[in-house]
């Protein structure tokens, strides 16, 4: 089979197509038929060094597509159902890819093979911030940083089903219209001078109660001021250090949470699945894809990935 491997941590030119075995599945495990696999900034991180998993290796985290056989002991799944990929064994940037059994969740039929590689790190990492981290409420506050991105959709999509009200930022024209079209109540230019200012205007000067950040290096120091009381904010992403103010916080109860999707309990993980499982089902939580790139191709996958202007989910397809 085709994949892409990593021979020596650097630039995105160190991912090669190379012609290797095709995995076979062992006790509780399945090998799948990959149609189409998520590219997301974590698998940058991989690749260049930073997060050093060991080598060679195939990335990819995210995928979809179709089981092809499964090992012994597995009791849910069977050859032919269609799946999407949360982690896997073997990486899913590849013709085939071997995952745990918990690992492979059923795709819901109305969602095609590069929307199932939109689903996990997204809406799990969306969901477990609004859920489990920030614990919203319904008729709280939110604001989403980058919610033209694969997790400000995500966001985006969960929050206003949740009976939040939504405030979007995003850095294009197009990217604001797309978190406007997914459900935001209002969309803001994170480029634009006064925008902040535009978000108190518009809570009536109280602020928000919820911040999910993907940057928390350039934003964090000046979410803080843009709280409410007993607010929260949960650091998704960040590339660098970041000086904030404590009074911020003190003045407002309000704090600050870290989160890593990898972190979660089997029982967390149970939530999600279930919770992702419901919204694709109906029509509540729906993947964008802005970008599909053949398997070849992954080089320009991850510069992309890393592009200001977000939009929607880039998808490999073998």
């Given at each position: 089979?085709?994949?892409?491997?990593?021979?020596?941590?650097?630039?995105?030119?160190?991912?090669?197509?190379?012609?290797?075995?095709?995995?076979?599945?062992?006790?509780?495990q399945?090998?799948?038929?990959?149609?189409?696999?998520?590219?997301?900034?974590?698998?940058?991180?991989?690749?260049?060094?930073?997060?050093?998993?060991?080598?060679?290796?195939?990335?990819?985290?995210?995928?979809?597509?179709?089981?092809?056989?499964?090992?012994?002991?597995?009791?849910?799944?069977?050859?032919?159902?269609r799946?999407?990929?949360?982690?896997?064994?073997?990486?899913?940037?590849?013709?085939?890819?071997?995952?745990?059994?918990?690992?492979?969740?059923?795709?819901?039929?109305?969602?095609?093979?590069?929307?199932?590689?939109?689903?996990?790190?997204?809406?799990?990492?969306?969901?477990r911030?609004?859920?489990?981290?920030?614990?919203?409420?319904?008729?709280?506050?939110?604001?989403?940083?980058?919610?033209?991105g694969?997790?400000?959709?995500?966001a985006?999509?969960?929050?206003?089903?949740?009976?939040?009200?939504?405030?979007?930022?995003?850095?294009?024209?197009?990217?604001?219209?797309?978190?406007?079209?997914?459900?935001?109540?209002?969309?803001?230019?994170?480029?634009?001078?006064?925008?902040?200012?535009?978000?108190?205007?518009?809570?009536?000067?109280?602020?928000?109660?919820?911040?999910?950040?993907?940057?928390?290096?350039?934003?964090?120091?000046?979410?803080?001021?843009l709280?409410?009381?007993?607010?929260?904010?949960?650091?998704?992403?960040?590339?660098?250090?970041?000086?904030?103010?404590?009074?911020?916080?003190?003045?407002?109860?309000?704090?600050?949470?870290?989160?890593?999707?990898?972190?979660?309990?089997?029982?967390?993980?149970?939530?999600?699945?279930?919770?992702?499982?419901?919204?694709t089902?109906?029509?509540?939580?729906?993947p964008?894809?802005?970008?599909e790139l053949?398997l070849?191709?992954?080089?320009?996958s991850?510069?992309?990935?890393?592009?200001?202007?977000?939009?929607?989910?880039?998808?490999?397809?073998?």
């Open positions: 089979m085709k994949a892409i491997v990593v021979r020596q941590y650097g630039d995105p030119e160190v991912m090669k197509v190379e012609e290797v075995p095709t995995p076979k599945p062992t006790a509780g399945v090998l799948v038929k990959v149609r189409a696999a998520g590219v997301n900034p974590a698998d940058t991180y991989g690749r260049a060094g930073l997060t050093r998993p060991a080598l060679p290796y195939t990335p990819g985290s995210d995928g979809a597509g179709v089981v092809e056989s499964v090992g012994p002991d597995v009791k849910n799944l069977k050859a032919g159902d799946v999407y990929l949360a982690r896997t064994v073997t990486g899913s940037y590849a013709e085939y890819a071997v995952a745990q059994e918990s690992q492979a969740q059923r795709l819901a039929e109305k969602l095609s093979f590069p929307q199932g590689a939109g689903i996990f790190v997204p809406y799990a990492t969306a969901i911030a609004l859920t489990q981290v920030a614990r919203a409420r319904p008729g709280e506050t939110l604001l989403v940083h980058g919610a033209s694969g997790v400000g959709t995500a985006v999509q969960f929050g206003r089903a949740m009976g939040l009200t939504v405030l979007g930022t995003a850095g294009s024209d197009r990217g604001r219209e797309l978190a406007g079209k997914e459900g935001a109540h209002h969309v803001l230019d994170h480029g634009a001078a006064g925008y902040r200012e535009e978000i108190l205007r518009l809570t009536g000067g109280r602020g928000v109660d919820v911040i999910l950040e993907m940057l928390a290096n350039v934003n964090l120091g000046a979410d803080l001021k709280l409410a009381s007993h607010g929260r904010v949960v650091v998704i992403g960040s590339r660098g250090d970041v000086t904030v103010t404590p009074r911020d916080l003190m003045a407002r109860d309000a704090s600050v949470h870290g989160m890593l999707l990898w972190n979660i309990t089997a029982e967390e993980g149970a939530g999600l699945h279930a919770a992702i499982a419901a919204g089902e109906n029509g509540t939580l729906r964008i894809v802005g970008l053949p070849a191709e992954a080089p320009q991850h510069r992309k990935v890393m592009e200001p202007g977000a939009f929607g989910k880039i998808v490999l397809v073998p």
